[in-house]
């Protein structure tokens, strides 16, 4: 299988690079993994990112420097990129995840080989959600393009997940893969991670609590159309 990971970033360099790092040092060695990085064209940091693009992986890197866009447009345009350049499944990222399984990717292949289709939602074990919660969901080519999204883009910064999430749930399409461990450093758990970037003031809409607070208001408004999205997801599997 092949795996597109998806990872918008701003203004954090160094945790780009510690995140590519971690899964060039963790994949196999017959691994099909390629990591899509959106960097917003304004971003103080962008000749750091430069820098970095030119690094060597273990991993092909595809750099992505364009307008300022909410993250749910950028990780739609790095999904729209990755499935056209052939990817089977696309997996959200972020910068501040560390992977840490070895041979993760087998492990994927595994358990993706084990559905009886293409059509679930799958996550791994973050750290601190576990089972609970989808929190860096991934999803194959064919949901994505029955859909013709990966996430909504109607949310400032939050709740992309909570979507992909309540959809899977919805048609009981969810699958957890407790084997595989990507470590989320979230600044709330861990202090030391809190940067600029944390405060979301770049996105000038407001606080930081402010800010998922409305994009609570937007999903919970939006139910009738997560529920149009199973049922479009659950059409296309019985008529498979």
Not at 34 to 61: A, G
Not at 212 to 229: G, H, N, P, V, Y
Request: charged share 25%.
């Amino acid at each position: 299988m092949k795996y597109a990971i998806l990872t918008p970033t701003r203004s954090r360099p160094e945790k780009m690079r510690r995140h590519l790092q971690s899964i060039s040092d963790t994949i196999s060695t017959t691994s099909d993994v390629c990591v899509y990085v959106f960097v917003d064209s304004d971003d103080p940091d962008i000749l750091k990112y430069r820098d970095l693009e030119s690094e060597q992986f273990n991993m092909p890197t595809v750099f992505l420097y364009d307008d300022v866009h909410s993250i749910g447009v950028a990780w739609n345009i790095m999904a729209k990129l990755a499935i056209n350049d052939g990817a089977d499944w696309i997996v959200m990222g972020n910068d501040d995840i560390v992977y840490k399984t070895s041979d993760w990717d087998i492990k994927l292949d595994t358990r993706v080989g084990s559905l009886s289709d293409a059509y679930h939602v799958l996550w791994v074990d973050d750290g601190i959600n576990q089972e609970r919660w989808c929190a860096f969901p991934m999803v194959s080519k064919e949901w994505y393009t029955h859909l013709g999204y990966f996430v909504p883009e109607i949310f400032i910064f939050g709740c992309h997940d909570a979507w992909v999430f309540e959809v899977a749930k919805h048609i009981n399409r969810c699958v957890y893969v407790p084997e595989v461990l990507n470590h989320h450093l979230h600044h709330s758990k861990h202090s030391s991670e809190s940067d600029k970037t944390t405060t979301l003031n770049h996105l000038n809409t407001g606080t930081r609590s402010g800010i998922f607070a409305r994009d609570i208001r937007t999903l919970e408004s939006k139910r009738t159309e997560i529920i149009a999205d199973a049922n479009n997801i659950q059409e296309k599997i019985d008529s498979v």
